[in-house]
C-alpha cells in the first residue's frame, strides 16, 4: 500500500525556501572537502598514516628505545690551586715521588705529637729534605679508654694540616696533600717543604 504525499501549507513551504536558500548547493554530487587549519605553533608531531609496521620480536624480549640524540657532557676536571709545580704535584698525587723521611704519630696523644711533629719538620727542612710523610691513621673507630667521653682516634688526622699551616711549622712547609695508597692512603700526608735560602738541598727521590 502506497504512502499518499501530503503537500506543504503555504507557511511550511515559505519556510521551507528560507532554508534552502542560504544552503551552498554541492558540486557534482561530491562533498565538501573539510578545512584544515594552520598549526599556529608548527610543532605538531606528525603521525604516520595507514598500518605501521611492527617489527618482530620474541617473548622476553625487551623493546629497543627509541634513538634519541643526547648531548654527553664530560666532567669537567677540577684545578686544584697548588704552591708547589703543578707537574711535580701530579706526580706526588700519583704516588710517582717516594717521601726522604717519615715520622709515625700513630697512637700518641695530641700533647706528644704536636712537639715530636715540630722537631721532624724543621729537622728535615734544615736537612735539605723536600718530600715527608706524616703518619697519623686513619681513626674510623673510636678509642675507650675508660673515661666518661670516647677519644676519637682521628683527631690526629684533623689536628696535623692546621699543626703544619701555623708558625713555625708554615715557614718550612709549601704544600700538605694526603697521601697516596701506596704510602698509607687516607691515613697520612705528603708534606712538601720549601727550598732552604742558603745551602744546597737535596732532590727529592723518585720510584
Known amino acids: 500500500m502506497s504512502r499518499k504525499t501530503r503537500r506543504l501549507r503555504p507557511d511550511e513551504e515559505r519556510l521551507w525556501q528560507q532554508v534552502a536558500g542560504k544552503a551552498t548547493p554541492l558540486v557534482s554530487g561530491k562533498r565538501p572537502q573539510e578545512k584544515i587549519l594552520p598549526d599556529p605553533i608548527g610543532q605538531f608531531e606528525e603521525r604516520p598514516r595507514g598500518n605501521a ?6 617473548i622476553g624480549e625487551k623493546a629497543d628505545p627509541p634513538a634519541v640524540p643526547v648531548a654527553i657532557c664530560k666532567p669537567e676536571r677540577k684545578t686544584v690551586s697548588v704552591s708547589m709545580h703543578r707537574k711535580t704535584y701530579d706526580k706526588l698525587q700519583r704516588g710517582k715521588l717516594r717521601p726522604e723521611k717519615r715520622i709515625d704519630l700513630h697512637g700518641m696523644t695530641l700533647a706528644q705529637a704536636q712537639p715530636a711533629l715540630t722537631r721532624f719538620i724543621l729537622s728535615s727542612h734544615s736537612a735539605g729534605c723536600r718530600l715527608v710523610l706524616v703518619i697519623t691513621g686513619k681513626g674510623e673507630r673510636n678509642r675507650d679508654d675508660g673515661g666518661p ?13 692546621q699543626w703544619l699551616a701555623r708558625p713555625p711549622l ?9 697521601a697516596h695508597r701506596r704510602h698509607g692512603g687516607g691515613g697520612a700526608y705528603y708534606v712538601y717543604l720549601r727550598r732552604r735560602r ?6 727529592v727521590q723518585r720510584t
Open 53 to 58: 609496521r611492527i617489527s618482530g620480536f620474541s
Open 149 to 161: 667521653i670516647p677519644v676519637r682516634m682521628g683527631i690526629l688526622r684533623q689536628h696535623v694540616p
Open 170 to 178: 708554615s715557614s718550612a712547609v709549601l704544600e700538605i696533600c694526603p
Open 198 to 203: 742558603k745551602g744546597a738541598s737535596s732532590p
